[in-house]
Each structure stands twice: as structure tokens, then as C-alpha cells.
């Protein structure tokens, strides 16, 4: 029996996913200026990450999957940007930043085994 790769079963994805609900959580508290400045990037730029996995995952042809595993790849680094900046103005506690950023180091990784595989994996 042939089992189709959905979604959530490639980790890279599942990883982001969570990372940017733990986000969501974390900066739907903050008052009004910081969730207006600095949460909004932080936000958009995690959300970004699980977004660009799934729209390359949907994608026909190898290089077009790879160009969204790339733009995802982008916003995990964008994202540990704005971790820093928001534990330097002690906005975020230290175990707080030391978990996503444990999952922004981690998602690179994940994400470029997937371009690895769709590169070796898939011919058209």
C-alpha cells in the first residue's frame, strides 16, 4: 500500500507550526505599542515560516517547492532577529527566548534536509 506525505508528517513544518502559536501566545498579552511595533513583525515573520513550507509542500515542480522552503528558511532567521529584540527589551523571560530559540536553530536544518530531498527526490 502506497502512503502519501501530508503536511504535518514533515517535522519541519510540525516544528514552525507550534513555534508560531507559542508566538502568537506570548505576544497576544503584551500592551498595545509593544504588540503594534515589535510583535507584529515577530508574528508575521514565525507565521511565515509554516506558511512558506506549506504553500512550497503544495507546489508542482522541484524549484518552485525549493523557492518557498528558501523564503522559509529566511523567516526563521527573521525570526530569531526578533527574539533578541524582544528579550533585550525584556519583553519575552530568558526561558522564554532560550526555547524558540532552540527551535529557530533547529528549523535551518530541518528546513534544508527537505530542500535536500525534494532536490534529490523529486524529478520534475
Known amino acids: 500500500m502506497v502512503k502519501w506525505l501530508k503536511l504535518e508528517d514533515i517535522r519541519a513544518y510540525t516544528i514552525a507550526s507550534e513555534l508560531s502559536d507559542n508566538v502568537w501566545n506570548i505576544v497576544s498579552k503584551w500592551d498595545w505599542f509593544s504588540k503594534r511595533t515589535l510583535g507584529s513583525q515577530w508574528v508575521n515573520a ?3 515560516i509554516a506558511a512558506n513550507i506549506a504553500e512550497g509542500f503544495g507546489r508542482y515542480h522541484k524549484k518552485d517547492k525549493e523557492k518557498f522552503y528558501y523564503n522559509a528558511r529566511g523567516s526563521a532567521f527573521e525570526s530569531e532577529h526578533w527574539t533578541k529584540k524582544a528579550f533585550a527589551r525584556k519583553l519575552i523571560n530568558p ?15 530541518e528546513i ?13
Do not use: F, G, H
Not at 95 to 109: A, F, G, S, W
Open 46 to 48: 514565525t507565521d511565515s
Open 95 to 109: 526561558v522564554e527566548r532560550n526555547y524558540i530559540l532552540q527551535k529557530l536553530i533547529e528549523l535551518p536544518r
Open 112 to 124: 534544508n534536509y527537505l530542500i535536500k530531498i525534494t532536490e534529490e527526490k523529486l524529478e520534475i
